[in-house]
């Protein structure tokens, strides 16, 4: 599971090469009266995958077309786009990602118009800077100013959601204080990649994850059987996974270790059901919270 985010530079200079004409043309407008070309016509969004997705959604509901490039099932790690995603980038009026860390091949796609949610705020060693809740307001409010940009006449609508959703982020950031403060166990044994890391600082939580890696990476032998060896020494009940991988790992050390698994969610990666149910970054970490909360044996 190595990242293959890195793009292919072949094939991205021959989908430039063809587009020349057009974005020739295209560069001739600036940003700012660029996107409509019909005032009756909703904003056209184009984001990367879930995350910017569901941030940006919240701040602008149904007042655009917002629409996801990776489908559901994919997830940003691996992801590798295909000479028509290049072409759908370049061409859309907004296009929303999370960062040049996480989304390479986007930042080298739209340099010019680069809509990184987290500009600004990447200057640590975290790439799933969504799991720290100050974090993903400040993306959020990112996007509502480059949203605020092009569109002045919602600037008082995308400020008004855009202080629900920070009184929304508040509340999670209670309830997970709240909720992390008594509990049994402290130490996160999660079968997956480094997602969690900085959520877990946050709330004074041990992250120990199988991989130990912000990409997805095979686990090695060694880690399985050290991690085996930990929960069973430390008399843990309960593991974490995440959704992305495919569950018989989880499974074998569950197994091996008499526990019971509960899933921690990146929000990287989505189903088509919980697409189809439009579920957001906020459900997802309440239910991150409800898990960790069984798993830990908070009160
Ligand atoms: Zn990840």
Redesign the pocket.
Known sequence: MKNKGALNLFKLAAVFFTMTASLTFCACTKGQDAPRTNSQEKPQILTSSYVPYTLVKNIIKDKADISMLMPPGV???SFEPLPKDILKVAKAPFFFYVDRK?EPWAYEIKKDKALALAKGITNNSY??LWMDFDKAFLMTKNATYDLQKFYPELEPYLNANLIVFEKEINKLKEAYTNGLKNCRFRDIYHIG???FEELAQNYKLNFKPLVNS???QEPSPKDILEMIKQIKERNIKYIFTEEALPPEMAALIAAQTNTQILMLY?I?HITKEEFDRQITYQDFMYKNLENLKIGLECK
């Open positions: 997830e940003p790690h996480l790439t799933h990649h480094l997602a912000s990409e997805s990146t990287e």
